[in-house]
């Protein structure tokens, strides 16, 4: 058992009913039992989008920032100023 748990870039693609449960379960399994971080660039009111159910993502959001903390990184991404592909 992982004492941390990763999720990168959710939302980056929309979950399907079965998966958005099972992505569920798993933030309810980790619950006060191990760490967690996620990376988004989607703001909480876009979650329900995420999940197909505003009720479920509602309760991942509960469970997220009961304990959590939420940082905020602003400004210019770092892979678009460091990009190969540059207009000249």
Do not use: C, K
């Amino acid at each position: 058992r992982a004492r941390l748990l990763v999720i990168d870039e959710l939302g980056f693609l929309p979950l399907d009913p079965d998966g958005a449960r099972l992505l569920f379960q798993v933030f309810a399994d980790a619950y006060e039992r191990q760490s967690v971080v996620i990376t988004t660039n989607l703001e909480f009111s876009r979650w329900g989008a995420v999940f197909g159910d505003d009720q479920m993502a509602a309760a991942v959001i509960d469970r997220i920032v009961h304990h959590g903390r939420l940082v905020q990184f602003r400004g210019e991404s770092y892979r678009v100023r460091n990009a190969l592909m540059q207009e000249g």
